[in-house]
């Protein structure tokens, strides 16, 4: 092959009623992120995504396409905020540990949401605990 230094990778889409998720990088296979994932994840009109909060793990988020609301509370102290992202206005959102979030699509196409979370993801040690204290 000519370039041979050019990688190719075919990714999984993993898909519910609620829309997809697929990894692009992830740190226990790609030397990029460093221990990290980055991941597209989309979401059906109308539906939420998320509801969790990590106690060890950073993540961002970045509207592609769309615009969502993107609840957050402090699970430490109750603190809640809501922030509108919208592709639009180009914004990056740091959710730092123990900060619950969730992103509701509002509008009437499918949300495209990349993320970028400081550790992959890992079944033997989740670090994603569920949280249901929003309206």
């Known amino acids: 092959m000519l370039l041979e230094q050019v990688e190719v990778k075919r990714l999984q889409r993993i898909t519910d009623s609620r829309g997809s998720l697929v990894e692009i990088l992830r740190g226990d296979s790609d030397p990029l992120t460093a221990g990290g994932q980055i991941y597209l994840t989309t979401a059906a009109p109308g539906c939420t995504k998320g509801s969790h909060y990590h ?8 509207v592609v396409l769309g615009c969502c609301l993107l609840q957050l509370a402090d699970v430490t102290r109750g603190q809640t905020e809501e922030l509108v992202l919208c592709e639009e206005v ?4 740091k ?7 969730a992103v509701r699509n509002t509008g009437r196409t499918p949300l495209y949401l990349l993320a970028y979370i400081d550790a992959a993801y890992d079944p033997a ?10 309206r």
């Open 95 to 101: 959710i730092p540990p123990l900060i619950a979030h």
């Open 125 to 134: 040690r989740p670090d994603t605990f569920p949280y249901s204290a929003w």
């Open 90 to 93: 180009p914004i990056a959102v």
């Open 55 to 62: 106690r060890r793990k950073t993540e961002w988020f970045f």
